[in-house]
């Protein structure tokens, strides 16, 4: 569906156009020749729009159960019954759908791979096939699973395996001009570790986040969803001499700089029941950074780390490095939801942390979770930004 703009092409055109055709609805059902196909429309998000007609608009018609009984193709020229057709759709992202189609969807959303999901996928399917395509079956190299880890981790940033699928390719081409050439003798299988995808692929692409070493005051660790998976972030924190600004840095969009400043709001307003002293801000500039500052940030799911990065700073106790948070946060104090529950969990397994904090109103999310994207994490719930305090951030070292 992608690039598609003339209406026609799914509703055909009248007999009494020159090289007038029945639309690809009804003509994929004639050539099938059966009455209840399943159709498969593939990146409907992508449909274009000009003077020729709008083709989302038809597919309301063809989508609505109520409607598409009586489906009229201009050259067929009577109502067809569509309602025995099965059809789904895939969309990167649903938003860019119109209201009125998205109301005709059952959306069912799909998640990126995990780390040991693409491993398997390389080793029984990607690796297979790249191995016949160059020519290496007779005498296949094996690629261990550190060497397949390093790709994913230092060469590819998505959530499917395309690209990883491609620098597979890379390898296996490589292999295959080096047994050309004779520098490996034949009937010696190779067997690729690590330091072989370094030597045939180069320096590493993609740097992934880690943990900080240690415990400080005033940044914490915050856990977004992007589009290629799960991601951590740190939200760093100062306060100076000034005249009551909040200052925002690092390409932040209208959403997240708002819930930063909910988060100041709210600490100012319950500031005794926090053990802040009350006139903080009368006189100074508070300013947050979140790093990467040319990378464009949104979304409200920061608002709880913004907020416990700013208590950090506030009372002097240090935000522990091995808790990673994400929320949003109302003005009342209440964690509420956000999305993208699996991939920020494993975006916090790569970066070693050991804790996560969630909404919860997020745990029926986790509980239907598979064990192994839980394994080794320690997963907290909360309601109330009160709940967390103690566990994101150390006591005073008087208080130890």
Request: hydrophobic share 40%.
């Amino acid at each position: 569906m992608a690039g598609m703009r003339d209406e026609a092409e799914l509703r055909g055109h009248r007999r009494t156009y020159v090289g007038a055709m029945a639309g690809r609805i009804i003509n994929e059902i004639k050539r099938l020749e059966v009455r209840n196909p399943l159709f498969m429309l593939d990146e409907i998000d992508k449909i274009g729009q000009d003077f020729k007609g709008d083709p989302a608009s038809v597919l309301l018609e063809i989508l609505d159960p109520e409607q598409n009984s009586n489906f009229l193709d201009y050259y067929l020229d009577i109502p067809f019954d569509l309602t025995p057709v099965i059809f789904i759709a895939t969309a990167n992202n649903i938003e860019e759908l119109p209201d009125a189609l998205r109301d005709r969807l059952e959306v069912i959303y799909f998640s990126g791979y995990s780390e040991n999901e693409k491993i398997h996928i390389a080793q029984f399917h990607l690796i297979p096939r790249q191995l016949a395509a160059n020519g290496l079956s007779a005498d296949p190299p094996r690629f261990t699973s550190e060497a397949i880890k390093k790709i994913i981790r230092e060469y590819t940033e998505e959530s499917g395996v395309r690209n990883l699928e491609r620098e597979i390719a890379t390898i296996c081409r490589k292999l295959a001009r080096e047994r050309v050439a004779g520098y490996q003798a034949k009937g010696s299988p190779r067997q690729l570790g690590p330091a072989d995808v370094k030597k045939l692929l180069g320096p590493r692409r993609y740097q992934r986040e880690t943990k900080y070493t240690s415990d400080r005051v005033g940044v914490t660790t915050g856990l977004v969803w992007t589009d290629f998976g799960g991601e951590i972030i740190f939200v760093e924190t100062s306060i100076m001499p000034g005249a009551q600004q909040l200052i925002l840095t690092g390409s932040l969009g209208s959403v997240i700089k708002e819930s930063a400043q909910t988060a100041l709001s709210y600490i100012r307003s319950h500031a005794r029941e926090l053990g802040i002293d009350s006139d903080f801000y009368a006189d100074k500039d508070v300013h947050i950074h979140i790093p990467a500052g040319a990378i464009p940030k949104d979304g409200p799911s920061a608002g709880l780390t913004i907020a416990i990065a700013l208590i950090s700073l506030l009372t002097g106790r240090k935000a522990r490095n091995d808790v990673a948070i994400t929320g949003e946060l109302s003005l009342t104090g209440r964690v509420l939801p956000v999305k993208g529950v699996k991939e920020k969990i494993l975006a916090a397994q790569r970066a070693g942390i050991r804790t996560v904090i969630f909404p919860r109103k997020n745990a029926v999310d986790i509980e239907t979770l598979d064990e192994e994207v839980l394994e080794e994490i320690q997963v907290i719930t909360a309601e109330e930004l009160l709940e967390v305090i103690d566990v994101a951030l150390t006591p005073l070292e008087g208080e130890r």
